[in-house]
């Protein structure tokens, strides 16, 4: 028995045609896909895109003030083609070009000359040389200011000195402390000097707190090493116990206030051991 079977043949040649059909569809994306990216590029290769600005209508009065920025803004006007010049014409245009170019070299080179020999002739001045030149001189400084009493010298070196002196002039301004112009370093001189211990204020010392303390303490040295290793895992609260009354009483009626400085009065070496002038009153001569 022969078993024919055409379908197979069929199926196959459909699946070709559909093959070319869809690499045909898949050309043609792209080729598309070119054009919208390179219209120029497309199969007009002769079109020529011209780019202008649209202009400002004169009369009308709003648009006047922008008229002058927009026209800084336009697009420059082409250049119209030169008309085809002969053989001969461009060669003897070529020679006068090459000629042109040689003297404005020539002169290029005379005048660099001529200015290296100026340079040489003159000092060059540094910037450092340059900014003392300018400064002021602290005699000009002082006719400049309505405060001359607080122009010092090192003012002058002042990016603005007027607005420093300003700023120094004006009421209730902090100054900048002495020690920053100083080449020895800040509290240098109290190296060897030991701070002394904190002292409690005389209200906190009423409340017998010192006493307590020192009771406290004398009765764990005499205990062993093993009662206050106890003792650090399970402390006992309650061991000074001061009376309510006796704290409000500090904190709330002898309480005085510390010594301060007042506004502006800056702390400098030293300062501590200077004398402290009593306010004593006036006494009347009889």
Known sequence: SFDY????????????????????????MEEEAKNKLNPASSEDGDVEIEWTTAGL????????????????FKLPDPVAEAPPVSKMEGTEAVEQETQKKAEVEKMEDAMRDDDDDDKDGEQKISRKKLRRMNRLTVAELKQLVSRPELVEMHDVTARDPRLLLHLKATRNTVPVPRHWCFKRKYLQGKRGIEKPPFDLPEFIKKTGIMEMRETVQSADQQKSLKSQMREKVRPKLGKMEIDYQKLHDAFFRWQTKPKTTIHGDLYYEGK??????????????R
């Open 5 to 28: 079977q055409p379908k197979k043949e069929v199926t196959t040649k459909k699946k070709k045609k559909k093959k070319k059909k869809r690499a045909q569809r898949i050309r043609e």
């Open 57 to 72: 209508e004169r009369t009308n009065p709003t648009y006047y003030i922008f008229h002058k920025i927009f026209d800084k």
């Open 272 to 285: 501590e051991f200077e004398t402290k002038k009593k306010k004593v009153p006036t006494a009347t001569l």
